[in-house]
């Protein structure tokens, strides 16, 4: 029979089990856009690192405007080569100008509309343009 203050337990077991010691791995480099292959970044030491990605983060890493970045993306690796970048919605993918660390986003001019991957906007349907921006912004910050 399972006591009460076992059950107390189970989230804090779970959440440990989950959680790699809160450390999230990055790794930098040029992104590889070949249609014929899954994206990848190559890094300065010319070592290519597949990268598996969620279908909205998979749109940004095959997005053309960032094909001659220093990009940087988080998550963590499956194997020594394959990462796993982190979901969408945890704001994992940046590029990296003037050193600075600036997070991917997409904008619409016509309606101000924030977007996380490219595409067309879901109000007037124009296409969004890349908007690298401070991670410190707030979302709805127009600067």
């Keep these: 029979?399972?006591?009460?203050?076992?059950?107390?337990?189970?989230?804090?077991?779970?959440?440990?089990?989950?959680?790699?010691?809160?450390?999230?791995?990055?790794?930098?480099?040029?992104?590889?856009?070949?249609d014929r292959l899954p994206p990848a970044i190559v890094t300065p030491e010319g070592r290519a690192i597949e990268l598996e990605a969620d279908g909205p983060t998979e749109a940004v890493l095959r997005d053309t405007r960032l094909a001659k970045e220093d990009f940087e993306?988080?998550?963590?690796?499956?194997?020594?080569?394959?990462?796993?970048?982190?979901?969408?919605?945890?704001?994992?993918?940046?590029?990296?100008?003037?050193?600075?660390?600036?997070?991917?986003?997409y904008w619409c001019d016509v309606c101000s509309i924030r977007a996380w991957s490219p595409g067309r906007c879901q109000c007037c349907q124009e296409e969004m343009r890349l908007d690298l921006r401070d991670p410190a912004l707030k979302e709805m910050d127009l600067k």
């Design 1 to 34: 029979m399972i006591s009460r203050r076992s059950l107390l337990l189970l989230p804090v077991m779970a959440a440990a089990a989950r959680d790699d010691s809160g450390r999230k791995e990055s790794v930098r480099g040029r992104l590889r856009q070949d």
């Design 73 to 105: 993306v988080l998550g963590h690796f499956r194997t020594e080569n394959v990462f796993v970048v982190d979901p969408i919605h945890e704001r994992a993918l940046f590029v990296w100008r003037g050193g600075r660390r600036l997070v991917v986003t």
